[in-house]
């Protein structure tokens, strides 16, 4: 698979994620994605109601299961993990889902499941890109981790990178990375919206209006990353930028420390990651 090629899409899923890649595949203008349009899309979606509306938004095909697909270069496999399993058994033998060379590049989006047991329940030779994706790739400012299972190559594996790189940053990782990823960047923007809400509180307690306060730490989150991008600095860095000896910036991270700011974060991401191998094992 090249970026030269015009590919056939099927995507498995018709949910928020499945959703936020299509519409950002179809509106990219540049990359691996420049030339793809709505007639190179078909969704597969059990709900009616869902698949109206896809249909009506983005134009795309629709069909209510994934044994109706006529043809695919790239199949989408964009189900929640605990369903995954049974509908690849229930694909695996169809023609339109063949392994090999001649057959479809497979690419999964399903946290825990790793490429051994995709692969074990695809049809033997299925050629296997994992993606770890998370939801900012709905505005294009996605962050994606990419990695290959066995049958597929290097080609395939930067094929998908780049594709997923029209969504925001996409990243090659080891397979053995992936539940790490899911726990940092994947489950990331739950933790960076619990933060926000956080400072509205902590705002709204000491006298701001609570619509107020939560547009400022908004602004705030952004405005702090878009400076550590454009400046390169580390997170070490900046903090340290904004912090006064004796000052207030000084005063607020010890009250947080003490109260497990840094630990709670860190055990949040080990929690993650353990849900994330528990869920390879359903």
Known sequence: ??????????????????????????????????????????????????????????????????????????????????????????????????????????????????TTALEAALAAGSR???????????????????????????????????????????FVCDESDMDAVGAVSGSGPAYVAALIEALRDGGEKEGLDPVLAEKLALQTVLGTAELMVRTGHSAEETRIAVCSPGGTTLAALAAMEEGGFSSSLEKGVAAAVVRSKELAQC
């Open 1 to 114: 698979m090249t970026a030269s090629e015009q590919p056939r899409f099927v995507v498995i899923g018709g949910g928020k994620m499945g959703e936020a890649i299509v519409g950002g595949l179809i509106a990219a203008d540049q990359g691996a994605a420049a030339a793809l349009a709505a007639s190179d899309f078909t969704v597969a979606d059990p709900g009616e109601e869902r698949r109206a509306y896809l249909a009506e938004r983005y134009g795309v095909s629709c069909i209510a299961d994934a044994s109706e697909a006529a043809g695919a270069d790239v199949v989408i496999l964009a189900v929640k993990p605990q369903v995954m399993m049974g509908m690849l058994s229930g694909i695996a033998s169809l023609p339109v889902y063949a392994g090999g060379k001649e057959g479809p590049l497979f690419v999964s989006i399903a946290a825990g499941l790793p």
């Open 128 to 170: 296997l890109v994992r993606v770890m994706p998370n939801t900012p790739l709905m505005v294009s400012q996605g962050a994606t981790a990419v990695t290959r299972g066995s049958q597929a190559d290097e080609e395939d594996l930067a094929y998908v990178r780049d594709l997923f790189a029209c969504l925001g940053y996409a």
